[in-house]
């Protein structure tokens, strides 16, 4: 039970999770998920800003009590609807019979279809702007669509300087004891912020630089995230990663993704990053994907700033884990890349290298070096590769557009 006070009158009573392996049934949970819920209290009424996930709604009702005891809840904002943060709102319904449901005209077309909650005495419809009096303190409404879904808002507390910012902000990792960043290590935090970011909320940048824009006139002390720490000390910090991330903005660095069946392709692979290293690029980043968590591979490749992808041919198509990652990649419409390929074939020699080139483009990224050998490496391959490592170098030393932050 993580109960914590973050401001007078406004407490954390979200929950852990530690027992579900992934997260939308695709991203691995090592360190576990919070969701992240509060009770507002003013003078005369009381406000739940998010749900938690259903399996967990057990330890959920114990902290709302903790809390409101026997008093009703008044008003349950809804910020966001995935239903990691909204499966539990029919219970908090038939727990609060007359609470009224806040959310905007999409949110309620949510909460219809997915809970077939349908009385309109149940729902206090928002726009953006419009606020709710609690008695001494107002909870404003900013709408931030597409962050993550388009439903999705903020809810800003102007006397206490706090920003509810639904998913935006958040981090994989359950809460060990302590929920605000102060009273924490949060290196674990910042690292899950990125594979939370490029998996969950990636494709969707320019939505997210829109609600920073909208966001940046506020006084914010306090970002209380659906996940992970309630941003505090920190707050600096996480700004310019999301900044950086929701503008596709780079560390340097070298990704190779591979895929080889007995190999070879990964011999390539390897060639490629010593080379790369004997230039003096440091931070070079390996991926076999028949190995590697796509999750983990999606993270670095939104993170670092070249991308180095090689195949096997595989039954005239890329082989199956680097095609799932390339899908993930377009998915994700990764901007801002340096971006090289390279493959192997044994009797059909123009598959991995098209469909690489393909997908490059469909992400309308120009691909800088391409290589490609039969079968295995031969006399003329290190040749090849010292000339791949030498464009990619040139181009990492020139790029296109300025990264930031780290060393080559
Ligand atoms: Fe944490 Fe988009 O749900």
Request: glycine fraction near 8%; aromatic fraction near 10%; proline fraction near 4%.
């Amino acid at each position: 039970m993580n109960i914590q006070e973050i401001v007078k009158g406004i407490h954390y009573v979200g929950v852990n999770d530690r027992v579900k392996h992934k997260f939308e049934a695709l991203w691995p949970l090592p360190y576990g998920v919070s969701y992240n819920s509060y009770i507002v209290t003013g003078d005369e009424k009381i406000a739940l800003i998010d749900c938690v996930s259903i399996e967990e709604v057990r330890e959920f009702f114990i902290n709302i009590e903790s809390i409101a005891g026997d008093r009703k809840i008044d008003y349950l904002v809804v910020n966001h609807m995935e239903p990691d943060h909204s499966g539990s709102i029919p219970e908090i319904v038939r727990a609060y019979p007359d609470i009224k449901i806040v959310g905007n005209s999409k949110t309620i077309d949510m909460i219809r279809g997915f809970y077939h909650i349908d009385n309109p005495e149940q729902f206090h419809e928002v726009k953006d702007g419009d606020k709710i009096d609690l008695g001494g303190r107002e909870l404003t409404f900013h709408l931030t669509p597409m962050v993550h879904w388009p439903e999705t808002m903020m809810t800003y507390v102007e006397d206490a300087q706090l920003l509810f910012s639904g998913d935006a902000f958040g981090t994989f990792g359950a809460l060990n004891g302590a929920v605000i960043d102060r009273d924490m290590e949060t290196d674990v935090y910042i690292r899950e912020m990125y594979r939370y970011y490029s998996n969950i909320v990636g494709k969707y940048g320019r939505f997210v630089e829109k609600a920073l824009a909208k966001l940046s006139g506020l006084k914010i002390s306090y970002i209380c995230s659906t996940h992970g720490p309630v941003w505090n000390e920190k707050i600096a910090e996480v700004s310019e990663i999301y900044t950086r991330l929701a503008g596709y903005k780079s560390e340097l660095g070298v990704v190779i993704v591979y895929g080889s069946m007995y190999g070879n392709t990964a011999e390539i692979a390897e060639m490629i990053a010593r080379e790369l290293a004997a230039k003096g690029v440091k931070r070079i980043i390996i991926h076999n994907a028949s190995h590697s968590d796509l999750s983990d591979m999606i993270t670095d490749a939104f993170r670092y700033q070249t991308l180095i992808i090689g195949s096997a041919t595989y039954s005239m198509r890329l082989f199956p884990p680097v095609e799932a990652f390339m899908n993930a990649m377009e998915t994700r419409e990764i901007k801002n890349k340096i971006i090289g390929t390279f493959g192997n074939y044994t009797w059909a020699s123009g598959v991995v290298t098209t469909k690489l080139v393909e997908s490059a483009e469909r992400m309308k990224l120009p691909v800088t070096a391409s290589l490609i050998i039969k079968q295995s490496a031969g006399e003329t391959t290190p040749a090849q590769v010292k000339e791949f490592a030498e464009n990619i170098y040139n181009a990492m030393t020139n790029p296109p557009e300025a990264s930031e932050n780290g060393e080559a």
